[in-house]
């Protein structure tokens, strides 16, 4: 199964603001999990 870079760095960002993550922080660690 293939997942696109994406739809991959969107839900870990949406897991994270689910959590607490701040949105900028968020971003930048999807970002990263992602990569």
Same mark, same amino acid.
């Given at each position: ?5 994406? +739809?991959?760095? %969107? %839900? /870990? ?6 959590? !607490?993550?701040? +949105? ?6 999807? !970002?990263? /999990?992602?990569?």
């Amino acid at each position: 199964m293939r997942v696109s870079y994406s +739809e991959l760095k %969107q %839900q /870990f960002k949406r897991v994270l603001l689910a959590r !607490g993550v701040a +949105e900028h922080l968020a971003d930048d660690c999807a !970002g990263m /999990f992602a990569d």
